[in-house]
């Protein structure tokens, strides 16, 4: 009877470990509701369980736009790039 209440405690204490070590944000809706998720969306303002002030989804909007400034910056210069090859004087064929 011990070594069957040994082994339940141990197996629920070691699942106990596994479920403690996921990564929990609060985040507050554009409501003002507040609420905790491992999930957080990308409309709300949120902070991990860590104390980060920039959540993963927020990090990833901010990889997003920079991405899309990245590629205006690129547009613009190919942009450039074609007016100058068209200034450039071709013989005839």
């Given at each position: 009877m011990?070594?069957?209440?040994?082994?339940?405690l141990?197996?629920?204490?070691a699942l106990?470990?596994v479920?403690s070590?996921a990564?929990?944000?609060?985040?507050v809706d554009?409501?003002?509701?507040?609420?905790?998720?491992?999930?957080?969306p990308?409309?709300a303002?949120?902070?991990?369980n860590?104390?980060d002030n920039e959540?993963a989804?927020?990090?990833?909007?901010?990889?997003?736009e920079n991405?899309?400034i990245?590629?205006?910056?690129?547009?613009?210069?190919?942009?450039g790039?074609?007016?100058?090859?068209?200034?450039i004087?071709r013989p005839?064929?």
């Amino acid at each position: 009877m011990k070594k069957v209440l040994f082994i339940t405690l141990y197996i629920f204490f070691a699942l106990a470990t596994v479920v403690s070590s996921a990564e929990f944000y609060n985040c507050v809706d554009k409501d003002g509701n507040s609420f905790i998720t491992d999930n957080p969306p990308q409309d709300a303002k949120c902070k991990s369980n860590e104390g980060d002030n920039e959540s993963a989804s927020q990090q990833q909007q901010s990889n997003v736009e920079n991405q899309k400034i990245n590629k205006d910056d690129e547009t613009t210069s190919q942009k450039g790039e074609i007016k100058r090859l068209i200034k450039i004087p071709r013989p005839g064929y």
